[in-house]
């Protein structure tokens, strides 16, 4: 058992597909978060998709915090919720520029014709 309530697995949890550089890497967690996820994320994983039967009561807890029964209490349970919703959500990309639309203004044409060009060109 880990100091957690969790047992151990000397199998470290890698995600890949979502985390390729690593979980410490992504900035998305806190080191300590980080260290969490890589320790016990395999059986984090197992005890979510029922591949797990709970031995502990920290177990036990962590699958009705997963169910929406109970609050989150320890880190364990904040971070792979957190690890949940980071993954099954679609990212948001923001970026810098942007096309801006005026309003009722299509093009550049419409912005001359509406007098907001007052000069003229010597020919």
């Not at 199998?11 to 978060?33: H, M, T, V, W």
């Not at 059986?43 to 009561?57: F, H, I, Q």
């Not at 948001?92 to 942007?98: A, P």
């Not at 096309?99 to 010597?122: F, Q």
Request: glycine fraction near 8%.
């Amino acid at each position: 058992m880990t100091a957690m309530g969790f047992r151990s697995c000397s199998k470290r949890f890698l995600d890949n597909q979502n985390y390729p550089r690593g979980f410490r890497k992504c900035g998305d967690y806190s080191i300590a978060e980080a260290d969490i996820l890589t320790t016990l994320g395999a059986v984090l994983m197992g005890l979510s998709k029922g591949e797990l039967a709970p031995e502990t009561e920290e177990e036990k807890h962590f699958l009705l915090v997963l169910k929406g029964d109970k609050l989150p209490e320890s880190k364990v349970e904040k971070t792979w919720l957190k690890y949940c919703k980071l993954t099954n959500s679609p990212r948001r990309f923001y970026t810098v520029f942007s096309k801006c639309k005026c309003k009722g203004a299509d093009s550049d044409n419409d912005l001359a014709e509406e007098g907001a060009m007052d000069y003229e060109a010597d020919e």
